[in-house]
């Protein structure tokens, strides 16, 4: 009880921290467009909208979300979005993006079964150590390597191109794995398959945050990370089918379906509109006010809604390319603002695989071995279950709760429970070798499952998900770039360090992850801001500072409105406007 108590207060502090004022800027905001754009201004229609998102401001409902000014432009009708046609067309067109982290987060389950498959280590000769690292580590160099390659693509050609190219190499790859006939071969097309995945990874989350209704965006680039348990789960149930197979198709047939998933997503990639920020980037500004018209507004190009998407967005894209090098990367490090978005990509990527968690999804295995379940079955039935349990943490606790809790408490709540039940597991692996308890291998195996829960209600569907919203869009290619390039970097020194170490010193080295637990929770503390209740084109005020009112007026008036002529209007309501859609 105590203890439900003290969480209770720890939401509702984080939640006091996003509070903002200044409805009466929302006014001003609506008259001076009256001025600037007499033609297009309906008194009628922007009295309405003003008139409901100073009154939603005052429900405690609307306390809850966020964004009076998105609000007062968002339908007012009670219809969710499971009964308006052009919403569930789109949720459903965005469940191809989605899906690729799916593609991706198969690799580390399957990798986890085939090591407990003992036709497949007799075909390969049993490898551990440095060896067995190399042929986990090569799937993350190869995206590593991919990465800038695939930043310029997304940016100069669009955010679709790159998805088709990862999706045909890898299907063609899978293939090449699956019928590998030596090491080397295994080796070199698992390198060329984490090469391609990037063309899967790095566009797919930006694309769906910028197609994404509004009320959506959060849940949305939330479950893209999520995925990667549905990925997860496939591949350990299919190696855990596969084991009674005494042949090589034991190992074969799980390394042929992890070409399965992108055949699924090429098949609906046709479909899929382009980003309408890259298309206004771009100037084609006709088309991006098409798919916001058919996609958010069922066809009506004079929506308010698609209106004041467009003027954001082209307000936005336009005065961040004034000042920023399209061309440069220097750009990353350029302001303080800058350097601590690029700051925290790079933390949320290297310690999403250094928190502890890296150990048990790649070298599952070698952990329960130490505790005394050696058995294949058993291993293969660990590592399905274990995914299954971490895909409903990371979507009914995580993605669903994200515009509820907010991201900075998930990640404070997630690691800080990592960091208890990780003791809790260091203390039983411990006691295990000393006195051999089935009951301490037990306890041990529970609570992998519980740190695994605490991880994946984070630091899973927000690893994308934060980074694509605390950079804005010139950047934003480039910030998920520096998160993925992190994130692999971490990857890869984990699959080289991790099987070394475990044999060398066992459950020792489970105190490391202990102590970068600690360290991880206050530097997310002091460092991480929260971002819900922000749309895309806000959140640049969380990083440079809130100018004065009047400087926000100014930049109305001299056409220059972004991201901070917005941000404190837009706190609180944005899904109470349109949480029925």
């Known amino acids: 009880m105590q203890l439900a108590i003290v969480f209770d207060v720890f939401i509702r502090v984080e939640r006091l921290r996003s509070l ?35 009154a939603q401001k005052e429900t405690p409902e609307a306390t809850e979300v966020a964004g009076s000014g998105l609000a007062s432009v968002l339908p007012v009708d009670a219809k969710p979005w499971y009964r308006t046609p052009h919403l569930i067309k789109l949720n459903l067109l965005i469940m191809t993006p989605l899906i690729s982290s799916a593609s991706i987060g198969y690799d580390g389950s399957m990798m986890n079964g085939l090591q407990s498959l003992p036709q497949w280590r007799r075909y390969f000769g049993s490898p551990e150590g440095a060896t067995l690292g190399a042929m986990n580590a090569v799937y993350p ?67 769906i945050a910028e197609l994404a209704y509004p009320t959506h965006r959060g849940k949305l680039t939330a479950l893209y990370q999520t995925s990667f348990y549905l990925g997860g789960i496939i591949a350990a149930w299919c190696t855990y089918g596969t084991l009674r197979i005494d042949s090589t198709w034991s190992w074969r047939l799980p390394s042929l ?45 004079n929506s308010p809604l698609v209106n004041f998407e467009m003027q954001e967005i082209e307000t936005v894209v336009t005065k961040e390319a004034d000042v920023m090098s399209q061309n440069s990367w220097m750009e990353l490090i350029r302001t303080p603002a800058n350097r601590k978005r690029t700051l925290i990509a790079a933390i949320v990527g290297w310690f999403a695989q250094w928190n502890g968690v890296n150990i048990l999804s790649y070298y599952l295995a070698l952990v329960l071995n130490t505790i005394g379940i050696t058995d294949s079955k058993t291993q293969t039935l660990i590592n399905g279950l274990l995914n299954i349990s971490n895909w409903l943490s990371a979507v009914f606790v995580g ?31 411990s006691y295990f070798i000393s006195s051999q308890s089935a009951e301490a291998g037990r306890a041990a195996v529970a609570f992998i499952f519980i740190t695994f829960f605490f991880y994946a209600m984070a630091w899973s569907p927000l690893l994308a998900a934060y980074t694509v919203e605390i950079f804005p869009y010139t950047l934003r290619s480039r910030g998920l770039s ?18 070394i170490a475990m044999k060398a010193i066992g459950w020792r080295y489970y105190i490391v992850f202990c102590c970068i637990l600690a360290v991880l929770l206050a530097v997310i503390w002091f460092l991480f801001p929260e971002t819900k ?49």
């Open 533 to 581: 209740g922000h749309t895309l084109e806000e959140i640049r005020e969380l990083f440079e500072g809130k100018s004065s009112s009047r400087d926000k007026l100014n930049d109305v008036e001299h056409g220059r409105m972004d991201e901070k002529s917005n941000s404190d209007d837009h706190i609180k309501q944005v899904e109470v406007a349109g949480q029925g859609r």
């Open 257 to 301: 379906l992890q070409g399965a998933l992108p055949a699924i997503q090429l098949l609906g990639i046709w479909f899929l509109p382009e980003s309408p920020r890259w298309l206004i980037a771009r100037g084609r500004t006709q088309e991006a006010r098409k798919i916001l018209a058919d996609f958010h507004a069922g066809g009506d190009l």
């Open 399 to 429: 993605a669903m709760m994200v515009d509820r809790i907010g991201r900075r408490t998930l990640f404070l709540v997630s690691t800080g429970g990592m960091l208890v039940s990780y003791i809790i597991w260091t203390g039983l692996s």
């Open 141 to 207: 160099a190869g995206k590593v390597v991919a990465l800038f390659l695939v930043t310029w693509i997304c940016d100069r050609f669009g955010r679709k191109p790159p998805i088709v190219i990862g999706l045909l190499t890898c299907i063609a790859f899978a293939v090449m794995q699956a019928v590998s006939q030596n090491m080397h071969t295994f080796i070199i097309a698992r390198a060329v398959l984490g090469f391609f995945t990037s063309f899967l990874a790095q566009p797919s989350p930006i694309l």
């Open 20 to 54: 903002s004022h200044g409805s009466s800027l929302l006014l001003e905001h609506h008259l001076r467009q009256a001025d600037d754009h007499p033609l297009s201004f309906s008194p009628a229609s922007h009295c309405t909208s003003i008139v409901m998102g100073l």
């Open 482 to 499: 520096v998160m993925y390039v992190s994130t692999f970097t971490g990857l890869i020194v984990g699959n080289q360090v991790n099987p």
